[in-house]
């Protein structure tokens, strides 16, 4: 009998944890996370999961997380442009146990929009926008980043 | 000796002065020599009779590019046979994106039945002349290679049936009737061009 409840508590804790929830946000949230002045330089990536180099730079974020205290990281998401339904972003979250905060940008009509995020920005994804929000100072790349690059762009805003 | 000096001066601003990348709408576009999947060369120059061009960098593997894949075939369809066809040019690396090879896009067209030329650019000279940046990139020529629009297709990548602003047919219709495009420039969220690695 004993055995039995231990094997049930051990199944129990073998389950994959439920896909995390993951908040859907409008453009002036995200307007807000750029202009309202923080003491951590604020690093904002822009992804989805159907984008491969998007996919393949995500470590570097989570390894910053992990190295630097003194920035604040957040992933958007840029599904529901596509998609709606955000269980594919809150599975692939979940699956890649992501530690960075993730959002997705709930918003249709992109032209409407993407001039007020950065005017700067084609829209294409990646795009990764480093920013200090004390100065203003901010820096856009609408490239996949590489090892090193989010360190030179921090300190680049941070002067 | 004074005015070499001038010219000198002049020079040097020039060449120190950036170089602007890309087209924006009212520049003249240039010409191109791209080779298509059926292995002939195609220039814009070669449609002795169109009114226009809608010029669209586009690739195999991008989502969007699979959303719009068949409202690209539908303009192509709608204004081909008045003189403004489809010229559509993949500019993605192979070496990045492996389903964008030659071969890929010969398969891609062949299955898609593309009756327009399907490009590749193999140095991406094209592509950064133009300063296309997403897949699917518009850019609406008039027949004298004058850039009347760039952008996206329409304003819902998701559902072609839920479209309320086409502005790429707005732009096409203008341009056979004389006039500017109602929308001259759109943003959209899009697949970045794949580059080739520096």
């Not at chain 1, 442009?81 to 992109?110: G, M």
């Not at chain 2, 192979?94 to 389903?99: A, E, I, K, L, T």
């Not at chain 2, 819902?156 to 056979?176: H, M, P, T």
């Amino acid at each position: 009998m004993k055995f039995i409840r231990i094997s049930v508590v051990l199944f129990v804790f073998a389950l994959p944890a439920s896909a995390q929830r993951i908040p859907q946000i409008k453009l002036k949230e995200l307007q807000q996370l750029l202009t309202t002045p923080r003491e951590k330089v604020q690093v904002i990536n822009f992804w989805a999961t159907w984008c491969a180099p998007c996919v393949k730079e995500l470590p570097l974020f989570e390894k910053l997380k992990a190295d630097n205290q003194h920035v604040e990281i957040t992933l958007v998401s840029m599904d529901y442009d596509l998609d709606p339904d955000p269980a594919k972003v809150e599975r692939f979250a979940t699956r890649k146990n992501l530690q960075n905060k993730v959002l997705i940008l709930a918003e249709t009509d992109p032209n409407s929009w993407i001039d007020k995020v950065d005017k700067n920005w084609s829209g294409a994804l990646p795009a990764t926008i480093v920013i200090n929000t004390k100065t203003g100072k901010r820096k856009l790349v609408q490239k996949e980043l590489h090892e090193g690059d989010l360190e030179k762009l921090i300190t680049e805003v941070s002067n | 000796m004074k005015k070499l000096f001038v010219v000198l001066l002049a020079l040097i601003a020039v060449a120190a002065s950036p170089v602007k990348q890309g087209f924006e709408v009212g520049d003249t576009a240039t010409d191109f020599k791209l080779k298509n999947v059926d292995g002939k060369t195609v220039s814009l120059a070669d449609y002795k009779d169109a009114k226009g061009y809608i010029v669209i960098f586009d690739c195999n593997t991008c989502p969007y590019s699979k959303a719009y894949n068949q409202r690209i075939i539908d303009l192509n369809t709608k204004y081909a046979a008045s003189g403004v066809p489809v010229i559509a040019i993949n500019a993605n690396d192979p070496n990045v994106s492996s389903g964008d090879s030659f071969e890929e896009m010969v398969k891609l067209a062949k299955q898609k039945g593309y009756k327009f030329p399907y490009l590749v650019d193999e140095t991406q000279e094209v592509a950064k002349a133009y300063g296309a940046t997403n897949t699917p990139h518009v850019f609406v020529l008039s027949k004298d290679l004058k850039v009347t629009y760039i952008g996206a297709i329409d304003d819902n990548s998701r559902k072609a049936d839920a479209v309320s602003k086409r502005y790429v047919e707005d732009a096409v219709d203008a341009l056979l009737q004389g006039k500017a495009a109602p929308t001259t420039k759109t943003k959209a969220i899009g697949c970045g061009i794949k580059w080739k690695s520096a």
